[in-house]
Protein backbone atom coordinates (compact mmCIF):
# COMPACT_ATOMS: atom_id res chain seq x y z
CA UNK A 1 0.00 0.00 0.00
CA UNK A 2 1.38 3.51 -1.47
CA UNK A 3 0.56 6.17 1.38
CA UNK A 4 2.30 9.87 0.66
CA UNK A 5 2.12 12.50 3.28
CA UNK A 6 1.96 16.01 2.54
CA UNK A 7 3.30 18.39 4.71
CA UNK A 8 0.48 21.03 4.81
CA UNK A 9 -2.51 22.37 2.54
CA UNK A 10 -0.67 24.81 0.31
CA UNK A 11 1.34 21.76 -0.77
CA UNK A 12 -1.46 19.62 -1.57
CA UNK A 13 -2.36 19.30 -5.37
CA UNK A 14 -6.26 18.60 -5.57
CA UNK A 15 -6.11 17.05 -9.08
CA UNK A 16 -3.30 14.34 -7.53
CA UNK A 17 -6.00 13.44 -4.70
CA UNK A 18 -8.21 11.32 -8.16
CA UNK A 19 -8.94 8.04 -7.28
CA UNK A 20 -7.51 7.97 -4.01
CA UNK A 21 -7.77 7.90 -0.37
CA UNK A 22 -7.09 11.04 1.17
CA UNK A 23 -6.92 11.72 5.34
CA UNK A 24 -6.78 14.94 6.11
CA UNK A 25 -4.95 15.78 9.72
CA UNK A 26 -5.48 18.42 11.80
CA UNK A 27 -4.91 17.43 15.57
CA UNK A 28 -5.35 21.44 16.71
CA UNK A 29 -7.67 20.88 16.65
CA UNK A 30 -10.66 20.42 13.51
CA UNK A 31 -10.48 16.88 13.08
CA UNK A 32 -9.97 16.13 16.81
CA UNK A 33 -13.45 18.59 17.17
CA UNK A 34 -15.36 16.68 13.97
CA UNK A 35 -14.40 13.36 15.45
CA UNK A 36 -16.13 13.90 19.11
CA UNK A 37 -19.06 15.99 17.62
CA UNK A 38 -19.74 12.19 15.83
CA UNK A 39 -18.67 10.10 18.52
CA UNK A 40 -20.97 12.48 20.59
CA UNK A 41 -24.05 11.70 18.17
CA UNK A 42 -24.50 14.43 15.93
CA UNK A 43 -25.99 13.01 12.79
CA UNK A 44 -23.07 15.13 10.37
CA UNK A 45 -20.68 17.68 9.95
CA UNK A 46 -20.61 20.37 7.28
CA UNK A 47 -16.74 21.65 6.51
CA UNK A 48 -17.16 24.65 4.94
CA UNK A 49 -13.76 27.23 3.88
CA UNK A 50 -15.47 30.35 4.26
CA UNK A 51 -17.74 32.50 7.25
CA UNK A 52 -20.58 33.49 4.76
CA UNK A 53 -20.71 29.70 3.53
CA UNK A 54 -21.01 28.71 6.56
CA UNK A 55 -23.84 30.87 7.51
CA UNK A 56 -26.19 30.70 4.41
CA UNK A 57 -25.90 26.76 4.74
CA UNK A 58 -27.44 26.62 8.06
CA UNK A 59 -30.51 25.94 8.60
CA UNK A 60 -33.31 25.34 11.16
CA UNK A 61 -32.17 23.71 13.37
CA UNK A 62 -28.26 23.02 12.96
CA UNK A 63 -25.91 24.40 15.10
CA UNK A 64 -22.60 26.91 13.67
CA UNK A 65 -19.24 25.94 14.97
CA UNK A 66 -15.90 27.49 14.29
CA UNK A 67 -13.10 29.72 14.60
CA UNK A 68 -10.94 32.30 13.55
CA UNK A 69 -7.87 33.13 15.21
CA UNK A 70 -8.85 30.66 17.46
CA UNK A 71 -12.10 32.33 18.55
CA UNK A 72 -15.75 31.51 18.55
CA UNK A 73 -16.73 33.43 15.48
CA UNK A 74 -19.92 36.08 16.78
CA UNK A 75 -23.14 34.20 16.29
CA UNK A 76 -22.14 31.12 16.03
CA UNK A 77 -22.91 28.58 18.60
CA UNK A 78 -19.61 26.84 19.21
CA UNK A 79 -15.85 27.23 18.72
CA UNK A 80 -13.33 24.59 17.56
CA UNK A 81 -13.09 23.20 21.07
CA UNK A 82 -13.68 19.18 20.63
CA UNK A 83 -14.80 19.60 24.36
CA UNK A 84 -17.92 22.24 23.35
CA UNK A 85 -19.36 19.43 21.42
CA UNK A 86 -20.70 17.18 24.14
CA UNK A 87 -23.75 14.54 23.56
CA UNK A 88 -26.20 17.00 25.25
CA UNK A 89 -26.04 19.63 23.02
CA UNK A 90 -24.68 17.83 19.54
CA UNK A 91 -27.04 14.37 19.47
CA UNK A 92 -29.02 14.29 16.00
CA UNK A 93 -27.99 17.95 15.57
CA UNK A 94 -26.27 18.82 11.90
CA UNK A 95 -23.48 21.02 12.75
CA UNK A 96 -21.32 23.01 9.86
CA UNK A 97 -18.13 24.07 10.93
CA UNK A 98 -15.28 26.01 9.73
CA UNK A 99 -12.13 26.83 11.15
CA UNK A 100 -8.91 28.47 9.82
CA UNK A 101 -7.07 25.26 8.35
CA UNK A 102 -8.65 21.96 8.75
CA UNK A 103 -11.78 22.79 7.02
CA UNK A 104 -10.00 24.25 4.14
CA UNK A 105 -8.31 21.08 4.00
CA UNK A 106 -10.95 19.01 3.43
CA UNK A 107 -12.36 20.87 1.02
CA UNK A 108 -8.95 20.97 -1.09
CA UNK A 109 -9.69 17.06 -0.76
CA UNK A 110 -13.06 16.79 -2.41
CA UNK A 111 -11.78 15.33 -5.71
CA UNK A 112 -10.38 11.97 -3.99
CA UNK A 113 -12.13 8.93 -3.69
CA UNK A 114 -12.84 9.28 -0.18
CA UNK A 115 -12.06 12.41 2.34
CA UNK A 116 -11.54 10.99 6.16
CA UNK A 117 -10.77 13.03 9.06
CA UNK A 118 -8.04 11.55 10.76
CA UNK A 119 -6.43 12.80 14.38
CA UNK A 120 -3.80 11.20 16.95
CA UNK A 121 -7.09 10.09 19.10
CA UNK A 122 -8.69 8.54 15.87
CA UNK A 123 -5.23 7.26 14.39
CA UNK A 124 -5.42 3.63 14.74
CA UNK A 125 -9.10 3.28 13.29
CA UNK A 126 -7.97 5.98 10.32
CA UNK A 127 -5.15 3.18 9.38
CA UNK A 128 -8.28 0.43 9.41
CA UNK A 129 -10.02 2.23 7.46
CA UNK A 130 -7.60 3.68 4.41
CA UNK A 131 -6.50 -0.12 4.63
CA UNK A 132 -10.52 -1.38 3.98
CA UNK A 133 -10.67 0.68 0.99
CA UNK A 134 -7.77 -0.67 -0.84
CA UNK A 135 -6.89 2.75 -2.70
CA UNK A 136 -3.66 4.30 -2.79
CA UNK A 137 -3.77 6.90 0.19
CA UNK A 138 -2.11 10.38 0.76
CA UNK A 139 -2.34 11.70 4.62
CA UNK A 140 -2.80 15.58 3.89
CA UNK A 141 -1.45 17.07 7.30
CA UNK A 142 -3.18 20.54 7.58
CA UNK A 143 -0.50 22.75 8.98
CA UNK A 144 -1.00 26.05 10.02
CA UNK A 145 -1.52 28.43 7.29
CA UNK A 146 0.04 26.95 4.55
CA UNK A 147 3.08 25.84 7.31
CA UNK A 148 3.60 22.96 8.66
CA UNK A 149 2.56 22.11 11.83
CA UNK A 150 4.17 19.52 13.77
CA UNK A 151 1.04 17.44 15.64
CA UNK A 152 0.01 17.43 12.43
CA UNK A 153 3.28 15.13 11.77
CA UNK A 154 3.18 13.41 14.10
CA UNK A 155 -0.35 11.87 13.38
CA UNK A 156 0.91 11.14 9.97
CA UNK A 157 3.61 9.30 11.46
CA UNK A 158 1.16 7.29 13.89
CA UNK A 159 -1.09 6.09 10.53
CA UNK A 160 1.76 5.10 8.90
CA UNK A 161 3.49 3.06 11.79
CA UNK A 162 -0.57 1.58 12.48
CA UNK A 163 -0.59 0.63 8.97
CA UNK A 164 2.70 -1.15 9.00
CA UNK A 165 1.58 -2.71 11.96
CA UNK A 166 -1.28 -4.22 10.99
CA UNK A 167 -0.29 -4.92 6.57
CA UNK A 168 3.48 -6.11 7.91
CA UNK A 169 6.46 -3.73 7.12
CA UNK A 170 6.86 -4.11 3.54
CA UNK A 171 3.56 -3.37 2.29
CA UNK A 172 3.73 0.19 3.99
CA UNK A 173 5.47 2.20 1.09
CA UNK A 174 5.91 5.54 2.17
CA UNK A 175 7.59 8.86 1.06
CA UNK A 176 10.31 10.27 2.42
CA UNK A 177 8.54 12.91 4.20
CA UNK A 178 6.52 10.26 5.88
CA UNK A 179 9.64 8.16 6.90
CA UNK A 180 10.62 11.41 8.37
CA UNK A 181 7.20 11.49 9.93
CA UNK A 182 7.50 7.88 11.21
CA UNK A 183 10.70 8.53 12.92
CA UNK A 184 9.38 11.44 15.02
CA UNK A 185 6.33 9.40 15.94
CA UNK A 186 8.22 6.86 17.35
CA UNK A 187 10.65 8.96 18.90
CA UNK A 188 7.90 10.96 20.77
CA UNK A 189 4.86 8.45 21.21
CA UNK A 190 6.25 7.91 25.05
CA UNK A 191 5.80 11.56 25.52
CA UNK A 192 3.47 12.63 23.28
CA UNK A 193 2.00 15.46 24.66
CA UNK A 194 4.96 17.22 25.91
CA UNK A 195 5.89 17.10 22.37
CA UNK A 196 2.84 18.79 21.48
CA UNK A 197 3.15 21.27 24.21
CA UNK A 198 6.59 22.20 22.98
CA UNK A 199 5.94 22.81 19.18
CA UNK A 200 4.16 26.12 17.94
CA UNK A 201 0.66 25.43 17.73
CA UNK A 202 0.72 23.46 21.19
CA UNK A 203 2.70 26.45 23.01
CA UNK A 204 -0.59 29.00 21.27
CA UNK A 205 -2.96 26.83 22.53
CA UNK A 206 -2.03 26.53 25.90
CA UNK A 207 -1.21 30.77 26.29
CA UNK A 208 -5.03 30.95 24.91
CA UNK A 209 -6.67 28.45 27.40
CA UNK A 210 -6.65 25.51 25.39
CA UNK A 211 -4.34 23.13 27.42
CA UNK A 212 -7.36 20.74 28.07
CA UNK A 213 -7.65 20.52 24.37
CA UNK A 214 -4.35 19.72 23.65
CA UNK A 215 -4.40 17.19 26.40
CA UNK A 216 -7.72 15.72 24.64
CA UNK A 217 -6.40 15.59 21.34
CA UNK A 218 -3.05 14.09 22.46
CA UNK A 219 -4.80 10.96 23.59
CA UNK A 220 -3.52 8.01 21.07
CA UNK A 221 -6.01 5.68 20.07
CA UNK A 222 -8.71 6.67 22.08
CA UNK A 223 -11.60 7.20 19.28
CA UNK A 224 -13.06 4.22 17.36
CA UNK A 225 -14.56 7.00 14.58
CA UNK A 226 -13.24 7.62 11.69
CA UNK A 227 -15.24 10.50 9.84
CA UNK A 228 -15.95 10.12 6.07
CA UNK A 229 -16.99 13.14 3.51
CA UNK A 230 -20.16 12.12 2.11
CA UNK A 231 -22.66 14.41 0.36
CA UNK A 232 -20.48 17.29 1.83
CA UNK A 233 -20.88 16.42 5.51
CA UNK A 234 -18.83 14.13 7.27
CA UNK A 235 -20.44 11.00 8.90
CA UNK A 236 -18.69 7.82 10.44
CA UNK A 237 -17.22 5.69 8.09
CA UNK A 238 -19.05 2.27 8.17
CA UNK A 239 -21.80 3.48 9.62
O1 LIG B 1 -8.83 26.54 16.29
C1 LIG B 1 -7.80 25.96 15.97
O2 LIG B 1 -7.36 25.02 16.65
C2 LIG B 1 -7.01 26.38 14.71
C3 LIG B 1 -6.74 27.84 14.83
S1 LIG B 1 -5.25 28.38 14.07
O3 LIG B 1 -5.43 28.46 12.65
O4 LIG B 1 -4.19 27.38 14.42
O5 LIG B 1 -4.93 29.70 14.64
O6 LIG B 1 -7.73 26.09 13.54
P1 LIG B 1 -7.65 24.68 12.80
O7 LIG B 1 -8.40 24.81 11.49
O8 LIG B 1 -8.31 23.65 13.67
O9 LIG B 1 -6.20 24.41 12.58
MG1 LIG C 1 -4.65 23.14 13.18
Request: proline content about 2%; overall charge neutral; glycine content about 10%.
Amino acid sequence: MHIEVIANIGEARSDEFLHKTVIVVDVLRATSTIITALMNGSKGVVPVDTVIKAKELAREGDLLGGERYCKKIPGFDFGNSPLEYTREVVQGKRIILTTTNGTRGIQKAIKADRVLAGAIINGKASAAAAIDLKRDTVIVCAGTQDVFSLEDGLCAGLILNEIAILLGEQHMITNDFGLAMRGCYLEAKDHLLETILSCSNGKKMKKSGFLADVELCAKTNSAECVPVLENDQMVPFGR
